[in-house]
């Protein structure tokens, strides 16, 4: 058995840009409480189709090392953080 668990919490929102941006401002609260936060492995799914995942951030690897953590759906040049 994995040394690791995986937290689900279910939280609601009216629609996919909200589920989103909730999606990113609760994940921003929780890295700054603890390290064991992976940003890029966050999703959001209609309630009724909680097999389709969307992406929440776009998690490209960055130059150098790190991950790209800006929204999935960004037009700017990836970065950390977002500007």
Known sequence: MSDRWV????ITAP????ARIFARTAVRVLV???ARVEPGG???SAEDQQGVHHWVFCDRPLPGG????LPTDHTARCAR???
């Open 15 to 18: 629609d996919l840009l909200r």
């Open 42 to 44: 966050v999703t959001v």
């Open 32 to 34: 700054r409480l603890t």
């Open 81 to 83: 953080r977002p500007r």
């Open 66 to 69: 790190g991950r790209c953590g």
């Open 7 to 10: 937290i689900h919490l279910p």
